[in-house]
């Protein structure tokens, strides 16, 4: 196994040697005599963590080592000498984690496996382990399951921290997970240990980025809530490596710690009574391996006998507090160590007077640790009275976690001795736990105290807080519940818990998302836990139960946390460190002590620290020096000899410690280790990484990091130092003027973005050092996020550059004299350039300094790429970055160049004129003020001063100035003509001039300056293009104000040289709006106008089609009064087809037109829907008046038909009633008679002669009443007075409109009068069109759309092999209306149900009906036609290719080598389905009266079965079926079945309503009847035919049992619309035999 997993370290060899170079040694000893030791020098080691005796490896290939003192397997591993968890192997471990005496591991997969001691559910509840096993040997997965969610899911973890008696784990949704046991879990209970990880419900809900785990305490970085932004911005969500609190023993004895956990410091001591008082889980005896592999019981109840193991095998015994001599036993198990002189530690030097315990003397203290020298007791970290720790943690050892040095016990007593607490461990069991009773400690521990607090009067106080502060917080400590926050839950102060889950982790170390995020710098410190040293920060030694938020650490921009024993640190993006806790051995960096909130540690001038770790008595920092290679700093705990156990054995005196720094010392062998890129510490031992520099590259991201920290430390200087003060001062009174105000708050808040950028970058190059050889170096940010980086750049020399220009220096420079004052010289300090040409240029030389770093980011990036070839990718992507700054770098210096020549030129020409011109983003480029260029024609004494910005031109004559934007200015050369002019010709949107020049190097100098300017301003390199031809086509804005269509309108869009031209907005002050498309100047093509009207305070708006500035071409109109007309437009008129909608209903109309306009007037063939009347008008029209030939139907069903004079009925017509009752004659107005005619009665009456009066209410008639005989001939000449259709409008002339529109979107003038290819090129353009301008068109139009863009061959001859291309092709366009073609289908589709749909739902309209569908074909037909020449006259035959097989159609009657193509046939399956609702209802109305008879016969004759229905048609029984099929199982017919003969037959023809066009309707009478012909063959012989005696009854049978409603109206359809090539065919015999059946059916008598 072992083989296989090194064979790839041996493959990439040497790059193990290089890099993960790991080093470790021992705290504690002078730093002269340190020498650190290599490990595991064959792998590269990613991370490392360290325990109280031993430690964990994790190396490249995720496999993870172990060494130290492995008690759980009783093996003892020296460092040198790794050993492999083998059981681990496969799992890909990334990330490990060493906790006092047990060890854990996060695998790829998010797994966590822990192993070690478990006496306090550290390990959790394993699958191999119980809650009765104290140890687990090897690594156990340990499931995080979230049971709140269901079904519940496993969590995914991405790191993990552990303590002495507790586990966290970080999951991938950036939430926190516990077990073990103790205060410090931060959960919600009180059941102790916590066997299965549980979700810290506290911080649910925000985003955890790091954890850290002290002895008993914990600290978790989160992420601010209310100033983050969760949607954009992710912060770092690995912790870095070597970022696990890590903690190891010391490897000789401990002196003699006596416990004081029954020690109460407000005066309240537990008797021997409360001691015993403890839960069952106290009681029990929790057992410790030895080194020896021994184990010592011990009662966790009385706290004694507990028996950790020590490096030299001596057991460490926690001493109670009981009188001298006591023996120390617990529940039988007797523990060899006793104490002759028991007392409770020394009590704090504060104003706790009450109970004070101490030694007599120092002589007797001596004796004591003489006669102890041989063991060490291991001392109790003790807590204020409201800790609450949990019980298997008061009853724990812990000095692998120990602040204090074992000879500075006494005199560093630990303030807020922890009492033992209730069994319940709640926040509310603290006041009844202690007890009055009579001390248990001697009276020669008090006496001793007492002098020991006199002794140190006036020294510095060892204990956790201020001497002064203690007498103040004593007092209120008693009133404060326990772990109590005091700012409340933040779940109920979190406005909500929406934090985004983070993305996954894709490498154990790395702080930041797989999308190389840059880290958020707005982050919080939460600790819990105990806090007797005040490790918390929350200025007091309370316990905290729940997580609470340290208010101090809010604003600081930590980065990252490291928790030692006893004591807490916290790495700023500044580089600063604040720590907080026990400073006995120095481990805080700074002489104050205690230390209850966190403080700054002191760095000497020029370090700066990025990564940090903790240890018991230690702290290791790793910082940047004055050189890229960083240096190490240790502060803590060191020894003058090398004989440790002589000097714990000699100590003389109680208050003498052991010598440790004051502040952070430089490590000198740091610099032998190469480039140090993680430290870490863990108990008494320190680690690092290391890295060799190969060909550069480490040096280079080192310089890179070691730069960004250094300038982010810079310009939070500046911003402490000079911009807040000023800005403070600014916003309280202003006095830098009103537009330098603006400037300098823009400024400051540019500045304050960039300072942010280079925060976050530098944060990020430190976690991407701590993880190098993991990272790939194109996810560098700078890399990543170039254009964010060139952007806040930009801004920020745009914003310095602008507060220039306007002269803003020189008043912040007098402000900052008066604001500043004393801090003037601190302030000269950061000013880094050389120049000394005056304060205010040191000002501007300050905020201009950033911009030398985007020459640094260059010149490292070209650093890296030189480690590559520069094949690679590597090498490209970091070439590219390099150029992109370099170039940015060379860019802004030249911006920053025309501030200074602008603010120069300002202020040579000062004054009220030019101070109008005078703009903060405004730069010049060059004037003529020596008279080197004029305008052409000028007169002898005119003045004309032409300046040249960057934004506009200037020409300047007088007191008068005009401004020319460069956005719509076009500049080009005058060829020189035989005068010499050097001229140049300006073209404005609204004028046009000509400049000359003195010389032609002026003229060339002006045009190659004003071409680069427009080419910058226009988003160009500004380069500078050939002259003339800079940008002739350009989108830009622009404000008319010269007189004509567009005075005193906006424009933004395109323009075309001078002049408006392609898509644009345009605003007129009115209220009016053009969007859309322009041309030279106008408005041209598709566009949408809004136009207000004041005097219905509503806008008229338009959509469509523009030509040459006015509406022209189709579109829809909406009035302000509510009318809409959509159709065709010319010349702002409407013209052509359309619709217009009338009335104010709320949604619908109270009238409908829909026809042909001519010059904005009704003129033509259209329908008039008065809803209201309730009445319809189809006829044609005359200036807006009805005149002509027209069709009026009402709602009440009466018919007319005749001529309207001036808009009224006036002439002859016919008038039909509901009741068929008929007039024909004359009329004078609306329905009014006036005149002959000849009134014919439903029964057959009819009255001739004079009529008059309106024929609603009553007419007055003169005539003649006749009567028809009975026997008589008709009178055909009065049958033809009341013959519909005499005065409709010809359906070959209605709807012409609507043709010659389509004609026109082909191109042509009229019906086939254009060019073909025009046509199918405008059909071309039209489909790109629609398709480049529709963006909400869905997947299948899109699709059709597609297929419609290829033109299909149209001039070569049609033949059967290429017929069905045109058909696809025809159907394709008819499914788009943005093809001409759909379009006109669906015009037609429109004016038809405006025709036949509602009042005109009438039945006398069917054969008008008919007949419209007729001329729709073949007009159509005559457009398909022109578009496939190929194709044959209606009816026509086309050939079969000679080399193509024959084809037979089922709609051709000609020889199998020709097709009959009729319009019927090709087009009317494209539009009858959309037809068919209307017009079949019209042929239903038609049939009303003969299909009531017939579906009369049908119910009543499909009473009968089978076989008496087949002989009451007279069927042969030989066509009688014996047999039916059921589910395919045959059964025999019997008399009394029913439906069970010929099924299938009666199924096929059901389906003939399911059908639309009269082809598909016959192909359903030919299946039925083949279906017939399948089921008789059985019983008949095989060369049967049928004879029309015995196919009709058989027939009629199929008929009666389809039971087809409506099927009048099926027979009468297809016989008006069928293809007559079809009619006296097969089919046309069989439609023949289903029509008669129909009427065989209406004539059938049922008795």
Avoid at 384 to 410: A, K, N, R, W
Wanted: with cysteine; proline share 5%.
């Amino acid at each position: 196994m072992e083989n296989r997993e090194e064979s790839p370290a041996d493959e990439r060899a040497p790059t193990p040697p290089e890099r993960g170079l790991l080093h470790i040694w021992k705290s504690g000893g002078p730093s002269e005599q340190l020498c650190p030791e290599r490990v595991l020098q064959s792998k590269c080691v990613l991370q490392v963590a360290l325990g109280e005796h031993h430690g964990l490896l994790l190396s490249q290939g995720g496999q993870v080592y172990s060494f130290g003192e492995l008690l759980w397997r009783g093996l003892s591993v020296p460092v040198s000498a790794p050993v492999l968890e083998e059981s681990l192997l496969g799992r890909t471990v990334v990330r490990v984690a060493a906790g006092g005496f047990h060890c854990g591991a996060v695998s790829e997969q998010g797994n966590v496996y822990m192993w070690g001691e478990n006496t306090a559910g550290q390990c959790g509840l394993t699958e191999r382990g119980t809650t009765a096993n104290i140890t687990v040997s090897e690594p156990c997965p340990v499931t995080v399951v979230d049971n709140e969610v269901v079904p519940p899911v496993v969590v995914r973890v991405v790191d993990l921290a552990c303590g002495r008696e507790h586990s966290l784990a970080l999951s991938a949704q950036n939430e926190l997970w516990a077990w073990g046991s103790g205060c410090q879990l931060g959960l919600v209970t009180n059941t102790f240990p916590v066997w299965r990880p549980q979700k810290v419900e506290h911080l649910a809900g925000r985003h955890v980025i790091q954890v850290a785990c002290g002895a008993y305490h914990s600290l978790a970085l989160v992420r601010s809530l209310p100033q983050q932004n969760y949607t954009t911005q992710k912060p770092p969500e690995k912790k870095e490596q070597g970022q696990s609190p890590r903690y190891s023993s010391t490897e000789r004895e401990e002196p003699l710690a006596v416990d004081d956990a029954h020690y109460c410091p407000l005066g309240v001591e537990l008797t021997e009574v409360m001691t015993a008082e403890m839960s069952p889980r106290r009681r029990r005896p929790r057992q410790r391996l030895r080194p020896g592999g021994r184990s010592a019981g011990s009662s966790p109840g009385s706290g004694a006998g507990l028996c950790p193991y020590s490096e030299d095998g001596k057991s460490n015994t926690i001493q109670e507090n009981l009188p001298a001599g006591t023996k120390l036993e617990s529940e039988g198990h007797a523990d060899p160590l006793t104490q002759t002189d028991g007392s409770p530690k020394s009590q704090p030097l504060s104003g706790w007077t009450a109970n004070k315990n101490s030694f007599n003397d120092e002589l007797e203290l001596q004796n004591l640790l003489q006669k102890l020298s041989g063991h060490s007791l291991e001392m109790r970290h003790a807590s204020g009275p409201g800790d609450t720790d949990s019980l298997s943690s008061q009853t724990s050892d812990d000095s692998y976690v120990s602040s204090t040095p074992s000879t500075d016990i006494f005199t560093s007593s630990y303030k807020d001795d922890m009492p033992i607490k209730s069994q319940t461990n709640n926040s509310g069991g603290v006041a009844g736990i202690y007890s009055s009773s009579s001390p248990v400690c001697s009276e020669e521990v008090r006496i001793y105290l007492e002098k020991e607090r006199q002794a140190l009067q006036g020294q510095k106080s060892s204990s956790l807080t201020d001497i002064n502060q203690k007498g103040k917080t004593g007092p209120n400590r008693r009133r404060s519940l326990p772990g109590t926050p005091t700012h409340g839950s933040p779940r109920r102060r979190r406005p909500c818990a929406c934090g985004p889950p983070s993305a996954g982790r894709t490498q154990a170390a790395a702080p930041e998302e797989a999308g190389d995020i840059l880290p958020s710098l707005e982050t919080e410190v939460w600790s819990w836990g105990r806090g007797s040293e005040g490790q918390l920060g929350h200025g007091d030694q309370l316990a905290r139960l729940q997580p609470l938020c340290i208010n101090s650490l809010t604003s600081e921009e930590v980065i990252k946390v490291a928790a030692g024993s006893h004591h807490s640190l916290a790495l700023t993006a500044q580089c600063q460190v604040y720590s907080w806790g026990s400073n006995m051995c120095g481990q805080l960096g700074h002489i104050n002590s205690p230390v209850t909130v966190p403080q700054q540690t002191k760095l000497s001038d020029g370090l700066r620290a990025w990564d940090v770790s903790a240890g018991q008595s230690h702290s290791l920092l790793l910082a940047d020096g004055d050189c890229v290679q960083p240096v190490l700093l240790y502060c803590g705990q060191q020894q003058e000899t090398s004989s440790y156990q002589s000097q714990r054995s000699c100590q003389r005196s109680p208050n003498r410690a052991e010598s440790y720094t004051v502040r952070p010392t430089l490590l000198p062998f740091c610099v032998e280790m190469g480039y140090v890129s993680r430290v870490c510490s863990g108990g008494q031992s320190c680690a690092v990484l290391a890295d060799h520099n190969v060909m550069g590259f480490i040096s280079a991201i080192h310089e890179l990091a070691s730069r960004e920290r250094q300038f982010y430390c810079w310009l939070s200087s500046v911003r402490k130092l000079l911009m807040t003060p000023l800005f403070n001062r600014e916003s309280a009174s202003p006095s830098l003027g009103e537009p330098c105000t603006h400037l300098f708050f823009s400024l400051c808040e540019r500045l304050v973005r960039l300072s942010i950028l280079i925060g976050r970058h530098s944060t990020s190059l430190s976690y991407f050092l701590h993880d190098v050889q993991g990272r790939d170096v194109t996810s560098l940010p700078l890399l990543t996020h170039t254009e964010h980086f060139l952007d806040v750049y930009k801004e920020y020399c745009s914003s310095v550059g602008d507060f220039q220009v306007m002269g803003g220096f020189q008043s912040l420079h007098k402000l900052s004299l008066e604001c500043l004052g004393s801090q003037q010289k601190i302030l000269a300090q950061l000013c880094v350039s050389n120049k000394s040409a005056g304060d205010d240029v040191d000002l501007v030389s300050l905020l201009y300094w950033p911009l030398q770093q985007l020459h640094q980011y260059g010149r490292v990036l070209l650093k890296l790429a030189a480690c590559y070839d520069v094949l690679t990718t590597e090498y490209q992507s970091l070439h590219q970055g390099s150029c992109q700054y370099e170039s940015l770098s060379l860019s802004l210096l030249r911006r920053k160049k025309e501030a200074e020549t602008t603010f120069l030129f300002w202020k040579t020409h000062s004054g009220k004129n030019t101070e109008v011109l005078r703009l903060p983003q405004r730069r010049v480029v060059c004037e003529s003020s020596n008279r080197s260029l004029t305008l052409q024609n000028a007169g002898r004494f005119s003045n004309h001063w032409f300046i040249l910005f960057n934004d506009a031109l200037v020409h300047t004559q007088f007191s008068t100035h005009h401004v020319y934007p460069l956005t719509c200015l076009w500049v080009k050369p005058v060829t020189e003509n035989s005068g010499g002019l050097y001229a140049i010709k300006i073209t404005c949107p609204e004028e046009s001039f000509t400049l000359v020049a003195s010389t032609p190097q002026e003229k060339n100098k002006w045009l190659r300056s004003i071409n680069q300017e427009i080419d910058q301003v226009l988003g160009g390199g500004g380069q500078g293009s050939s002259p003339g031809l800079t940008a002739m086509s350009r989108t830009a804005s622009y404000k008319f104000t010269g007189e004509g269509r567009f005075k005193d309108a906006r424009y933004t869009g395109g323009w075309l040289a001078g002049r408006v031209h392609g898509r644009g907005n345009m605003e007129w002050p009115d209220g009016r709006t053009y969007s859309g498309n322009f041309k030279n100047g106008l408005e041209d093509g598709y566009g949408e106008c809004k136009m207000p009207n004041k005097l219905l305070d509503k806008p008229d708006t338009y959509q469509g089609h523009w030509r040459e500035g006015k509406i022209h071409g189709f579109g829809k109109y909406k009035y302000a009064n509510g009318e809409v007309y959509e159709g065709c437009f010319y010349d702002d008129q409407r013209h052509g087809y359309g619709m217009l909608s009338s009335g104010k209903l709320a949604r619908t109309s109270s009238s409908v037109f829909i026809g042909q306009w001519v010059h904005d007037r009704k003129t033509g063939y259209g329908v008039y829907d008065d809803i209201t009347r309730g009445e319809k008008y189809m006829g044609l029209w005359v200036d807006d008046q009805r005149h002509g030939n027209a069709v009026v139907v009402t709602q009440h069903c009466v018919y007319y038909e005749g001529t309207f004079r001036e808009n009224k009925m006036s002439g002859t017509g016919l008038l039909v009633s509901e009741d068929n009752t008929a007039f024909h004659g004359e009329f004078s107005d609306d329905w009014i008679v006036s005149g002959k005619g000849v009134l014919s009665l439903a029964n057959g009456d009819s009255l001739e002669g004079l009529f008059n009066g309106e024929w609603t209410t009553g007419l007055k008639v003169v005539g003649t009443y006749y009567k028809p005989a009975v026997e008589g001939p008709d009178d055909k000449d009065r049958n033809n007075l009341l013959r519909l259709g005499q005065y409709v409008v010809p359906a070959g002339q209605r709807w012409t409109c609507v043709f010659d529109e389509c004609w026109s979107r082909l191109g042509c003038d009229s019906a086939a009068r254009g060019e073909r290819i025009t046509a199918w090129e405008n059909i071309a353009v039209t489909i790109t069109s629609a398709r480049r301008h529709c963006p909400n068109l869905s997947r299948s139009q899109t699709k059709i759309l597609e297929g419609l863009e290829f033109i299909p061959q149209h001039g070569e001859p049609v033949t059967t092999a290429n017929y069905d291309n045109i058909r696809r092709y025809l159907t394709k366009a008819c499914e788009t209306p943005h093809h001409p073609l759909g379009w006109l289908v669906e015009t037609l589709v429109t004016v038809y149900r405006m025709t036949y749909v509602g009042v005109g739902s009438n039945r006398r309209l069917l054969r008008q009906a008919v007949q419209e569908v007729q001329a729709y074909l073949t007009h159509f037909y005559s457009i398909v036609r022109f578009l496939f020449p190929g194709l044959p006259d209606d009816g026509g035959i086309i050939p079969d290719p000679p080399v193509s097989p024959s084809k037979s159609r089922h709609n051709s009657d000609t020889s199998d080598c020709v097709l009959v193509v009729s319009c019927s046939s090709l087009l009317l399956p494209l539009l009858l389905p959309r037809l068919y609702p209307p017009l079949f209802t019209l042929y239903c109305l038609q049939e009303e009266p003969e299909e009531a008879q017939y579906w009369d016969r049908i119910l009543r004759l499909n009473k009968q079965p089978d076989q008496s229905l087949l002989s009451f048609l007279g069927v042969q029984e030989k066509f009688w079926p014996v047999w039916m099929s059921i589910l395919g199982e045959k059964k025999q017919i019997v008399s009394s079945s029913k439906d069970a003969c010929f099924v299938s037959a009666v199924e096929t023809l059901q389906q003939i309503s399911t059908t639309f066009t009269p082809s598909d309707k016959l192909l359903v009478i030919q299946k039925t009847f083949e279906e017939l012909t399948q089921e008789i063959k059985p019983l008949l012989d095989g060369n049967f035919l049928w004879c029309m005696d015995d196919l009709l009854p058989l027939f009629l049978y199929v008929v009666l049992r389809a039971r087809i409603r409506n099927l009048g109206a099926e027979v009468s359809l297809i016989e008006d619309l069928m293809d007559p090539n079809v009619q006296h065919g097969e089919m046309g015999l069989m439609f023949t035999t289903l029509k008669a059946c129909y009427i065989q059916i209406q004539r059938e008598s049922t008795t």
